[in-house]
């Protein structure tokens, strides 16, 4: 599903200078007062608000977002020993109490291993995966809702007062590890005058997983390895998707969703789908996302949407003091037509 054709390669090229002050550390406030360029026209890009965005658009488009919740998926806890450990619980397996996890300090906790929440065993340690995850037993399911945190990026220092400003106001079922990042400048008002102006509203589901965030450490694309995600789409929404006079995605997640669903015809699966310059389009036109890191697959993903105009765009908007990252701001764009491979 993925192309190399007419575009860059090397991953250096999504490398671009940043920064830590542009990282932004707090979400707006409210949400849809974040910063939005409008870079439909990339070469006279304009500096607007997200909460214009229902203005931008038009009667028959269809935005689409993604309705994962973020889990309280962040475990302090110590060894029997005393020592401090942490794990992050990525994702069930066949068995609802082991999960694949990521464990600090790995290399301390073999196999067997007990963690602790205070005097309660919660977390055993029963197999070492071959990509350095674990997989881990949960022996006490009460204690990791009482003692679980969101996981949030690293780059972001202090977690905001509020868990809920790392939440979508539409965010439904459980299952994310980190936030679609896009849809935290929504908020209901917002939805209630994208509906006014005769602009449809459609959710989707895909379970964000930290390697969605993970900066590619290959020299070329086509070494990178993309982790999978496990998504759903309705029949009913799939239905809006094809019927809309324009689809816009609210957020890579939405993209990989959206473009998995067109090429496989499959509503419900995993999806590793990495989407680089020479893509095949199928279904999305317009895209709102937040502004990435650098050697990000998101990156990639925005210079296969717009091309290598993506350079100018994130070097405007730093020089005018856009925020980067989750709680950073955002920016609107309309698929460039671009020779696909």
């Known amino acids: 599903m993925a192309g190399t054709s007419g575009g860059n390669t090397d991953v250096d090229w999504y490398v671009y200078p940043l920064q830590s002050g542009q990282i932004a550390q707090i979400p707006a406030d409210p949400r849809d007062a974040a910063r939005l360029l409008d870079a439909r026209d990339p070469h006279s890009p304009l500096h607007r608000r997200v909460r214009e965005l229902p203005a931008l658009l038009e009667p028959g488009d269809l935005v689409v977002v993604n309705n994962t919740r973020v889990r309280a998926a962040r475990l302090q806890l110590h060894k029997t020993t005393g020592g401090a450990a942490e794990v992050l619980l990525l994702s069930p397996t066949g068995d609802p109490a082991i999960w694949t996890a990521l464990v600090k300090p790995g290399k301390r906790l073999p196999i067997g291993s007990i963690l602790m929440a205070g005097d309660r065993p919660m977390i055993e340690i029963v197999a070492v995966e071959s990509d350095g995850q674990r997989r881990v037993r949960i022996l006490d399911d009460e204690a990791v809702h009482i003692h679980g945190s969101l996981p949030l990026p690293p780059y972001i220092n202090i977690a905001p007062e509020d868990p809920q400003r790392y939440q979508t106001v539409y965010a439904r079922r459980p299952g994310s590890v980190a936030a679609p990042t896009a849809g935290l400048h929504l908020t209901e008002r917002l939805l209630l005058d994208l509906d006014a102006g005769g602009i449809g509203l459609a959710t ?138």
């Open 204 to 341: 989707i589901d895909l379970e964000v997983g930290l390697g969605t965030f993970a900066p590619m450490t290959t020299r070329h694309l086509d070494e990178h390895r993309m982790h999978s995600e496990r998504y759903e789409v309705s029949p009913a929404v799939w239905d809006q998707v094809r019927s809309a006079r324009r689809v816009v995605a609210v957020g890579t997640t939405v993209v990989r969703t959206l473009e998995t669903v067109a090429h496989t015809g499959e509503l419900v699966g995993d999806t590793d789908i990495f989407i680089s310059p020479g893509f095949d389009w199928q279904v999305t036109d317009l895209l709102l996302t937040n502004f990435h890191m650098p050697r990000s697959t998101l990156l990639v993903l925005v210079e296969a949407f717009v091309g290598p105009v993506w350079r100018q765009l994130y070097e405007l908007a730093l020089t005018q003091g856009y925020g980067v990252g989750s709680f950073g701001d955002s920016m609107l764009m309309e698929r460039a037509d671009l020779p696909n491979g």
